[in-house]
T-cell receptor, first 113, second 114 residues
Framework: DAKTTQPPSMDCAEGRAANLPCNHS???????VYWYRQIHSQGPQYIIH???NNETNEMASLIITEDRKSSTLILPHATLRDTAVYYC??????????????FGTGTLLAVQP | DVKVTQSSRYLVKRTGEKVFLECVQD?????MFWYRQDPGLGLRLIYF???????EKGDIPEGYSVSREKKERFSLILESASTNQTSMYLC?????????????FGPGTRLTVT
């Protein structure tokens, strides 16, 4: 699996957009970009995934560069409840359980009131 | 909603004790996983299972074993607990369908071995 690089921490003002970057320069053609988050004392929670097109769901938007070497997770209106560690993961979804998720240390997003 | 439950949120055990951590999922998922999470190290995969009675070692299986006798239940066993197994333990499940994207996690068990 390709490795990812994320900043260790970021701040964001409540109500503003939070833009979390991720570099994955060695991503291969069949690997997707996944984002999970982990709120303190809880298990990780899936947010969104994408292959090469931008994606949006009720939680966030995912922007993937054309060369797929980096991506940005956007929380459009951050709230205090979005304070969490955000993990960017690249992985092929095929191959079942043997194709495991590899969590790095993520980005701690602190939303400030 | 998918639900993954773990038997305890907090557990304190003594060195040398045998420890069982239980995980149950209610979505008929084929795949189940056990991770541990330590500060600065992220999540590390201990064992996973892709079917009843099937198991595969993850990245750090030493000192652990697992059991999957029923599809919905995946147990992590510490045969003789040691202080370096003090950690947060997370269980997850996912379907086996081709291209399945999401793993569903339980709330975690914080184990302290004294």
């Amino acid at each position: 699996d390709a490795k990812t690089t994320q900043p260790p921490s970021m701040d964001c003002a409540e109500g503003r957009a939070a833009n979390l970057p991720c570099n994955h320069s060695t991503i291969s053609g069949n690997e997707y970009v996944y984002w999970y988050r982990q709120i303190h004392s809880q298990g990780p929670q899936y947010i969104i995934h994408g292959l090469k097109n931008n994606e949006t769901n009720e939680m966030a938007s995912l922007i993937i560069t054309e060369d797929r070497k980096s991506s940005t997770l956007i929380l459009p209106h951050a709230t205090l409840r979005d304070t969490a560690v955000y993990y960017c993961i690249v992985r092929s979804p095929y191959g079942g359980a043997t194709n495991k998720l590899i969590f790095g240390t993520g980005t701690l997003l602190a939303v400030q009131p | 909603d998918v639900k993954v439950t773990q038997s305890s949120r907090y557990l304190v055990k003594r060195t040398g004790e045998k420890v069982f951590l239980e995980c149950v999922q209610d979505m008929d998922h084929e795949n189940m996983f056990w991770y541990r999470q330590d500060p600065g190290l992220g999540l590390r995969l201990i064992y996973f299972s892709y079917d009843v009675k099937m198991k595969e070692k993850g990245d750090i299986p030493e000192g652990y074993s697992v059991s999957r006798e029923k599809k919905e239940r995946f147990s992590l066993i510490l045969e003789s607990a040691s202080t370096n197994q003090t950690s947060m333990y997370l269980c997850a499940s996912s379907p086996e369908s081709a291209g399945a994207h999401e793993q569903y996690f339980g709330p975690g068990t914080r184990l302290t071995v004294t």
